[in-house]
């Protein structure tokens, strides 16, 4: 009797147990936050983060803050070409570059706003979105040395970076929405030597000017449906 009494008993506690944890919140069902911002499923960026009822589509003004970029930790180590000679981009030219994808994620932000009819605001104000862009982790796939004798690159893509937007209220300074997005420029397919592409200084401005483009349209497309969500 004793051990039938014993058996009902914790019968009886795992019962009340499972019901416990199955009435308990599951926390992977808990949206990921970030600063009061509530993580949305996005089919155009990786991770989007939106203030729960904040209106981004009722801003028409916009200002840009500049962007800023940081290069990849392994990027332009020391590694030999394909002649086994060592080189490494001087400190000079990898800045140049850095002010180059920022000025291009700069200008692509502005016009992907103004064609959606955004004005550009002169200074922060009522009324006005305030935008800080960022790019990290970037990586430029054999940017082009301008010493001489400079070998020719050839490469499956220009390189990659993670592109982040943050949209503040310019006059009270909350956060409203931010945006993280990894992004490739123009990966090819292909193994062989007529899959890969030339590789310079121009080249991967230029690509990395459209992934900017593309990315600053997605970006206003989901803050323009963000009151919808």
């Known amino acids: 009797m004793g ?31 970030y600063e009061g911002l509530v993580a949305v499923r996005s089919w155009n960026l990786d991770e989007l983060y939106l203030r729960p009822n904040a209106d981004l589509a009722s801003y ?9 970029v940081t290069f990849r930790k392994d990027w332009n180590k020391d590694s030999p070409d394909l002649h086994g000679v060592t080189r490494r981009l001087r400190e000079a030219d990898a800045q140049r570059l850095a002010d180059d994808t920022a000025s291009a994620m700069q200008s692509a932000l502005a016009e992907a706003f103004k064609a959606r009819g955004y004005e ?14 960022s790019i990290t982790d970037l990586y430029i796939n054999a940017a082009e040395d301008l010493s001489p004798g400079t070998t020719k690159s050839f490469t499956k893509d220009a390189g990659e970076a993670t592109l982040l937007l943050e949209a503040r ?16 420029a123009r990966e090819t397919k292909g193994i062989e030597r007529r899959d890969l592409i030339r590789t310079t200084s121009v080249s991967d401005s230029f690509w990395f000017e459209t992934i900017s483009k593309r990315w600053a349209a997605d970006c206003i497309k989901e803050f323009e449906a963000a009151k919808n969500r």
């Open 169 to 184: 209220d310019a006059s009270t300074g909350m956060l409203l929405g931010r945006v993280v997005d990894h992004r490739t």
């Open 120 to 133: 550009i605001a002169a200074a922060p104000g009522p009324g006005v979105l305030r935008l800080s862009p």
């Open 3 to 33: 051990v039938t009494m014993k058996t009902q008993a914790l019968f009886v506690l795992s019962v009340v147990a499972l019901g416990a944890v199955l009435a308990a919140p599951s926390q992977a069902a808990t949206p990921a936050t």
């Open 60 to 68: 028409r003004k916009i200002v840009i803050d500049p962007a800023q």
